[in-house]
């Protein structure tokens, strides 16, 4: 796993989502890095992060960025988007931290399985195509030609094989079975019109959740901190905020 960090503050860790990479938290950490030091997570497999095995599973990945947490100094703040939220929440179960934030956060098991599992057996066909095809739905036309175009070069450098099989095991993960375990005050920020990880998702996990808020934005879809930035960051910094030192 390869972490960039910038800024100086109290500790925040920011996960990338599903065959993306690190780069796609840049925005957050920019936003955030005069008050905060942020951790920008390659996740071992994407990006930079490409040492040791070639496609961890979904379980090695949140062992990864335990292992990370537990070098720092004092517990962070978790920030995660879509899958990369279900690895928030999967090591909020494990260790003490500051908050966690949820992004579009991810879910499967029971009912949301099987549609993650008709994704993994589309994506063999043509996978730049796949990736096209789910930045649309991700964001669809919400966000500027370029930002559409940097989201699809991003997810398009993931090896097929390792997207599909994090997805099936987010298929078989039910984050509210993590999400009940966690200690630690949680923030889910969720877009109205999510079509990969629907609103019903974010609102039984606030249910699930001891200590939970959830913001939902109007209009918009997975990915709220690119398609609606100042509500979101502002959403965002109040939680921040409110957190205990």
Do not use: N
Request: with cysteine.
């Amino acid at each position: 796993m390869r972490v960039r960090t910038s800024g100086t503050g109290p500790d925040v860790v920011l996960i990338h989502g599903w065959s993306a990479s690190g780069r796609m938290m840049e925005p957050i950490a920019m936003a955030l890095d005069e008050r905060f030091t942020c951790h920008v997570v390659d996740l071992p497999g994407h990006g930079f992060g490409v040492e040791g095995r070639v496609d961890p599973s979904l379980g090695d990945l949140v062992a990864a960025v335990d292992d990370y947490v537990a070098g720092l100094a004092k517990p962070p703040v978790l920030i995660g988007w879509a899958m990369g939220a279900l690895i928030a929440l999967g090591v909020g179960a494990r260790r003490s931290l500051r908050g966690i934030v949820g992004i579009g956060t991810a879910s499967g098991g029971g009912e949301l399985g099987p549609a993650f599992e008709k994704m993994a057996s589309r994506m063999a066909r043509d996978w730049p195509r796949y990736v096209r095809s789910s930045v649309d739905a991700i964001v669809g036309d919400r966000v500027s030609p370029e930002m559409h175009a940097f989201v699809v070069e991003t997810m398009q450098q993931t090896p097929p094989s390792l997207a599909r099989r994090t997805l099936l095991d987010v298929a078989r993960t039910d984050a509210k079975l993590w999400a009940a375990d966690v200690a630690c005050p949680v923030l889910y920020q969720h877009g109205a019109e999510d079509v990969i990880s629907p609103l019903a998702v974010a609102r039984a996990l606030e249910a699930a959740t001891p200590q939970a808020t959830l913001k939902v934005y109007d209009g918009i879809g997975h990915a709220p901190f690119l398609e609606t930035r100042e509500p979101f960051l502002a959403d965002l910094d109040h939680f921040l905020g409110g957190l205990d030192d």
